[in-house]
T-cell receptor, first 116, second 115 residues
């Protein structure tokens, strides 16, 4: 069984640019959540996608947006990058009904974004 | 405000000892808690979870205790091994409402196991 995968592993952008990060959910999972983890801190919830729609959002500005596709994979898009956006971006997926505890979130390895 | 926090940011133990990592939460509406282990350069790894209708749950070498009266959560690791060295996070989940699905993480505890 393949776990949650994310791409790319590392990314370097300059201030003002746009970035797209990708996530493939674990087999049997239909919900995807995105988190931002700054160095030395715990992950902060950005938003969650279920059935291709946003299903809850944290305290992040609108320049953080996302998509979920019919195969449950997801993208995180960040526009007008700022220096403070430098962080590890984590994707987590949750099982669908009948496949496990739908509240549990299993994380991928993350994408390390550096904004210069 | 809402918070999930840890009492001790670092914990050093000898191999073979038992480790206890503590976590305090402030929102009594939370009904689901998860412990994660995060190694350097990796994503958080699920260790064990517990719902608010339980006081204790055991896994392989790990036990989670929940005290709802004082809003306290702990992770006990038996016979700690060098491979257990990592940052440990507790996370809180509230069912329902606009925060559905949101995990709120504590600051993390760095566990170092000395051979």
């Amino acid at each position: 069984e393949t776990g949650v995968t994310q791409s790319p592993t590392h990314l370097i952008k300059t201030r003002g640019q746009q970035v797209t990060l990708r996530c493939s959910s674990q087999s049997g999972h239909n919900t995807v959540s995105w988190y931002q983890q700054a160095l030395g801190q715990g992950p902060q919830f950005i938003f969650q996608y279920y059935r291709e729609e946003e299903n809850g959002r944290g305290n992040f500005p609108p320049r953080f947006s996302g998509l979920q596709f019919p195969n449950y994979s997801s993208e995180l898009n960040v526009n007008a990058l700022e220096l403070d956006d430098s962080a590890l971006y984590l994707c987590a997926s949750s099982p669908q009904q009948g496949q496990g505890n739908t509240d549990t979130q299993y994380f991928g390895p993350g994408t390390r974004l550096t904004v210069l | 405000g809402e918070s999930v926090g840890l009492h001790l940011p670092t914990l050093s133990v000898q191999e073979g000892d038992n480790s206890i990592i503590n976590c305090a939460y402030s929102n009594s509406a939370s009904d689901y808690f998860i412990w994660y282990k995060q190694e350097s350069g990796k994503g958080p790894q699920f260790i064990i979870d517990i719902r608010s209708n339980m006081d204790k749950r055991q896994g392989q070498r790990v036990t989670v205790l929940l005290n709802k009266t004082v809003k306290h959560l702990s992770l006990q690791i038996a016979a700690t091994q060098p491979g257990d060295s990592a940052v440990y996070f507790c996370a809180e989940n509230k069912a329902g409402g606009t925060s559905y699905g949101k995990l709120t993480f504590g600051q993390g505890t760095i566990l170092t196991v000395h051979p």
